[in-house]
């Protein structure tokens, strides 16, 4: 089972930043970023995700060791 750290960049951010699914916020310290296995079921989570919170143009991002392996449209 492999983890995956959530990264997320809103509207008028310079780049990514690990992301915690549960608060909604950018975390300064990855040991508070939420931590998914790379589903079906949880890249369609993070994209509904994404599609409710059109207005910030927010994108998320699952990455294992610095490749990312799936991005919300």
């Known amino acids: 089972m492999d983890w995956y750290i959530v990264y997320a ?4 951010c310079k780049g ?3 992301f915690d699914v549960n608060e909604g916020r950018q975390v300064g310290n990855l040991i ?3 931590l998914l296995e790379n589903t079906d ?4 989570k993070l994209q509904d995700l994404a599609d409710l ?4 143009h927010l994108v998320l991002q699952l ?4 490749r990312v392996c799936f991005q919300t449209k």
């Open 9 to 12: 960049k809103f509207d008028g």
């Open 63 to 66: 990455r294992r060791k610095g």
């Open 53 to 56: 919170n059109k207005g910030l």
């Open 32 to 34: 508070y970023a939420t």
């Open 16 to 18: 990514f930043r690990a």
């Open 41 to 44: 079921e949880n890249q369609r």
